[in-house]
């Protein structure tokens, strides 16, 4: 019998090496996704969407060496009545506004600082649009009638095969995606341990088969269409399109600091909702589009794709244009336009106004029912007040 038990004990003791060894082999992915697992509790979220490099896999997008561009300060604008209030109710973290391309208001909540690199969240799909746009004036994409699967030939076969630019641009591929960040097993969520886990989004892009609408029949606001975006301009230059989008967009802008791009665990990065930045930089990407593309001495986006991407352009008048929001009840709003992130993020444009109002946030009740209402209204009164 004692032989017996020292043999179970060996047995045991072999078995369990493996699995040990598996665990180191795969800390670092096992960390992150408890980190994605933590991301959003109520004592972790501020912090964490300030440090969002330090729990994922990610690269630095040179700023380049050119000086900052300029923001002057003119006077303070203050804010209108109840503002306080929205603040508190909403965790709004940052907030920087620009009137006549001079800041007027700017004010930091919750311990973060003008230093912090924000999280973008989907605002990135503002950015990308912007990238895009100038590959199109540079004839690198010319078509955008053109089939995704022209530069992104792993989609063939899959739900996006027969998808064009254009529908993807207008969040209208027809892609069936779950979006509910609220459902763990949603496509959103499962995407997000796709990047803890260090997998590859090129290949979860690829697995989706299914589609819920025609493509270009209307708008499905699906995140991974700009993630194939992403794929496109990879097929079509060669280069990460957050390489593509330094080179282009960053670069030119003379940010303050060096963006950051979150990145899958093959080094492509996460287009759709990964970039970080400080919230005054935000604010001179809206400038830069106030100013129909031209920004710190040069047309960086061509005037006739800010006309294009800021402007209806989703099927059956839809509230989207090409990554943009757009008010489906524009013009009584003087063409006002806006990038959007989760949990608050919004970077508001409003022509009429001669104003940007840049927001990051960590506003856990971001999916309550009249949020979104309440924040446009309150953007667009920041907008008015002067």
Do not use: C
Not at 128 to 149: C, M, N, R
Request: no cysteine; net charge negative; hydrophobic share 45%.
């Amino acid at each position: 019998m004692k032989g017996l038990a020292r043999w179970a004990i060996r047995a045991g003791m072999a078995a369990a090496l493996p699995v040990a060894g598996l665990a180191w082999w795969k800390r670092d992915e096992i960390a992150r996704l408890r980190e994605v697992n933590r991301l959003f509790e109520p004592d972790r979220i501020v912090s964490n969407f300030s440090n969002m490099p330090a729990l994922f896999h990610s690269r630095v997008i040179d700023r380049g060496n050119g000086p900052v561009s300029e923001l002057a300060r003119g006077d303070d604008d203050g804010l209108p009545a109840g503002v306080g209030d929205w603040i508190e109710r909403r965790s709004v973290t940052a907030l920087v506004k620009l009137r006549h391309g001079q800041i007027t208001h700017e004010s930091y909540f919750l311990g973060t600082k003008p230093e912090d690199l924000r999280i973008s969240w989907s605002m990135a799909k503002s950015f990308l649009s912007a990238t895009f746009g100038i590959l199109h004036h540079q004839g690198v994409i010319p078509d955008l009638d053109a089939p995704l699967t022209r530069f992104a030939p792993d989609l063939k076969a899959t739900a996006y095969d027969g998808v064009s630019i254009r529908d993807a641009l207008m969040m209208s591929s027809g892609v069936a995606f779950n979006e509910d960040y609220l459902d763990f097993h949603s496509d959103i969520n499962k995407m997000g341990r796709v990047l803890a886990m260090g997998r590859s989004m090129n290949a979860f892009a690829a697995s989706l088969k299914t589609r819920e609408a025609d493509p270009g029949a209307r708008m499905l606001y699906v995140s991974i269409d700009t993630h194939v975006l992403g794929m496109v301009i990879a097929g079509a230059t060669g280069a990460d399109p957050a390489e593509v989008m330094g080179e282009l967009l960053i670069e030119p802008m003379g940010l303050e600091a060096s963006p950051v791009m979150l990145t899958d665990g093959k080094g492509v990065s996460f287009v759709l909702g990964g970039l970080n930045l400080r919230t005054r930089d935000y604010a001179r990407f809206g400038q830069m589009f106030l100013q129909k593309g031209f920004w710190n001495g040069r047309q960086i986006v061509p005037e006739a794709w800010v006309a294009q991407s800021t402007v209806l352009q989703a099927p059956k008048g839809e509230g989207y244009g090409y990554q943009w929001w757009v008010p489906v009840d524009t013009a009584e709003h003087g063409g006002d336009y806006f990038a959007r992130g989760i949990y608050g993020q919004h970077v508001y444009i409003s022509p009429a106004h001669d104003v940007v109002v840049a927001i990051n946030a960590a506003d856990r009740l971001f999916k309550q029912e009249g949020v979104e209402e309440e924040n446009l209204a309150m953007l667009r009164r920041i907008a008015e007040i002067s």
